[in-house]
């Protein structure tokens, strides 16, 4: 389903790659099946794929692997040993707030899900990688400080909620150079072209996990 841009942005192919590549995400389909994988940035058109499948307590049942591509202008494309005899699928990426989807062929959406962590196939299959990235998580690395800064600066335009300027100037030029960082921050920095943005829930908390990550800055020195 195609979406307009107040339910939310579907995402090219260069995005697709730039969002998801070297990163395990996590989620749950149209059935209920609680699914995590793990996008590897290593390969040329094709690169690999871990999927890890959870019961409702956050516990490993089965594990699959294959690949992941992109094709064309904006699709995710992925096929998977145990899944439909290894055929491909293809899909278009939605992406609403912090929250992803995929949509098929039939214009149905059939996986949510969120970014977890960098790339970690063991990561995948912990239970506790299944918690999402809101903007108040209480380790502030630098993907995560990344994420809150973008968020912040789109908050502080569209809701008038943000931290100090200074402090948000001072952590983008403390972290700048940091391929982490900028992942994170990418996330939301062309969220500023638009004329309005809806669907920010999380300024307060934004603003707060900036504030933290600058306290715990200072306290180290930094």
């Known amino acids: 389903m195609e979406q307009s841009e107040l339910e939310g942005r579907t995402l090219s192919a260069k995005q697709i790659k730039a969002f998801f590549e070297g990163t395990n995400v996590r989620g749950i ?7 995590g994988f793990s996008l590897s940035k290593e390969g040329d058109k094709m690169f690999e794929l871990l999927a890890s499948f959870y019961d409702e307590n956050g516990n490993v049942i089965r594990k699959d692997a294959g690949f992941w591509w992109t094709a064309g202008d904006k699709k995710l494309c992925g096929k998977l040993k145990s899944y ?29 899900f969120k970014i977890v962590s960098l790339y970690d196939p ?13 903007a108040s998580d209480k380790e502030p690395g630098e993907y995560h400080v990344g994420r809150i800064i973008g968020y912040s600066e789109v908050c502080s335009e569209f809701r008038g909620i943000a931290a100090d300027p200074q402090i948000l100037q001072t952590i983008k030029q403390l972290f700048g150079a940091n391929p982490d960082f900028k992942r994170g ?36 020195g930094g």
Do not use: M
């Open 122 to 134: 063991s990561g995948s299959a912990k239970p506790n990688a299944s918690k999402s990235s809101r």
């Open 185 to 220: 921050y990418a996330e939301f920095d062309n969220f500023t072209g638009f004329d309005f943005v809806t669907g920010l829930t999380e300024c307060e908390e934004a603003k707060a996990g900036v504030e933290k990550a600058y306290s715990i800055l200072k306290s180290k």
């Open 29 to 35: 389909s149209r059935f209920g099946e609680r699914i």
């Open 84 to 112: 439909d005899r290894y055929r491909s699928h293809c899909f278009i990426v939605g992406w609403k707030e912090d929250e992803y989807f995929l949509t098929d062929i039939r214009e149905e959406q059939v996986y949510w």
